[in-house]
């Protein structure tokens, strides 16, 4: 009999395991565009263009190597409006009796295939380095799930960067090397832009018709599309902004949005590029001595370390770990994370740089919008569902634990042993935002002092309780109780007077 093979918009992998194990002679291929994945969170316009648009490019191609692809369009009239509704209507029509899919990278949308009325088989994704089987064997009877004793083993496993048994250089992580401020000249001038053809044109106009009120700028769209371009775009950045990738990964700046940032995990994550041949591109080019051992390292050690342990801790924890709010925090997001108008410059420039590019890299994420989010107790709920819908590489196996764990501590310490909190001094240390603010950096409390020197005492302050006998916070208290008291009560009524502002809607 014959069957149906989903393919996800995020699934557009020639190598996927529920196509490997399909019969191009007797199986259909499903995909389709649906209004349920567009707007369960209100996702970025361009996020949902690059989705539609590389799906569409993917069903031809397959189409081209001989399959029967039944592809729904967003408009069609006839589109069941959902995964399980399409894989229903496609059944009936095709007389299919199972379908082969590969798992998903969201729990929400394995449970609806497994509550499906249908009989689905459903195929790990092994377009990663770990499986779930063995991030678990690592996991078990350890203490701390500390992301570099993982790291290694993924170097052993891949030989990445390894000479014999002993990592490249005789350490296995440079990160101490990659901590530079920001240049005063960037000589990289950003990702490789590409011009939207007729087919991405259809789809822009289509998003810009259906998600005009969705919040981020549509056009200019300028993502790779297919896997042909995203390897281009990739080249591009292996030559020219890997070698000085390390040293400026923490990097910001006031007009410069991507400094010496690659701008490829959208491209990684709906499966254009896989994880494997981005890190053999980057230790090809150390090999060739065109880039530093750091470079490569930092930029290996996002790829097999970071994504690949951030996605065992997301299967590993459970449908839970999304809504986990271990420090209780009960803010509501601020219109600010929306474009609402805000003094700081920070957080304003991160703010205009997602709603135009869909993309902020790592620093601009943790230490401005998941600083400022976690120093002025928001919610994390609402902060996760703000990740997962503004950023075009956003898929939930891989935000949920960068935003409620490494971000906002939500997940009561299991990725990270302290929270990443910072005042204004580290955004002033890696950035030029400061120069440009309406406030002071150098200022601790009294008028136009930063609002994050006055949340970062607030916070320790608060959570005392729970931070205090951290072996690695302990400084951090010292300092605020070596403060004379009646400091320590001015910086406390400021911030709470700066955080009623806040929940007014007053601009901040
Ligand atoms: P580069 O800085 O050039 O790094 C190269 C690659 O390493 C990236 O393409 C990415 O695939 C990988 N990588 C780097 N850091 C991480 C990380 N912490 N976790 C997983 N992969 C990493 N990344 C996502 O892919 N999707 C998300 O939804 C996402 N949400 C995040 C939310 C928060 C609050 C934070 C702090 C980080 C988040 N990240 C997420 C991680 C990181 O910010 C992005 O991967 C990175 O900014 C992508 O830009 P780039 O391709 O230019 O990366
Ligand atoms: C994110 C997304 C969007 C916006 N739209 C679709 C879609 O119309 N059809 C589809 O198959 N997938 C889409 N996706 C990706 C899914 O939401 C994704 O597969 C799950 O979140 C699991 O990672
Ligand atoms: Fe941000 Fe404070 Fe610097 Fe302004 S002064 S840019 S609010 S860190």
Redo the contacts with the bound molecule.
Sequence with gaps: MSRLVLVLGDQLSESLSALREADRDTDTVVMAEVADEASYVRHHPKKIALIFAAMRKFAAGLREQGWDVAYAELDDTENAGSIVGELLRRAEQTGAGQVLATEPGEWRLIRALKHAPLKIRILQDDRFIASHQEFERWAEGRKQLRMEYFYRDMRRKTGLLMEGDKPAGDKWNYDHDNRKPAPDEVDFGGPMQFTPDAETEAVLDLVEARFDNHFGQLRPFWFATTRAEARRALTHFIKNALPA?GDF?DAMLNDNRFLY?????PY??IGLLDPLEVCEAAADAWAAGDVPINAAEG?IR??IG??EY?RGIYFLEGPDYPERNGLEHDRPLPDLYWGGETQMNCLSKAVAQTRDEA????IQ??MVT?NFGLLAGVNPTELHEW??AV?A???EW??AP??VG??QFADGGVIASKPYVSSGAYINRMSDYCKNCQYSVSKKTGDGACPFNLLYWHFLDRHRDRFEGNARMGNMYRTWDRMDADRRDTVLKEAGAFLEKLDAGEKV
């Design positions: 990738f990964q940032h690659a701008v490829i995990s990684l994550n930029f996002q790829i970071w994504r951030v993309y902020a890299h790592h994420r943790l998941g990740y997962l950023y590489d956003a898929f891989v935000e960068n935003t490494m971000s």
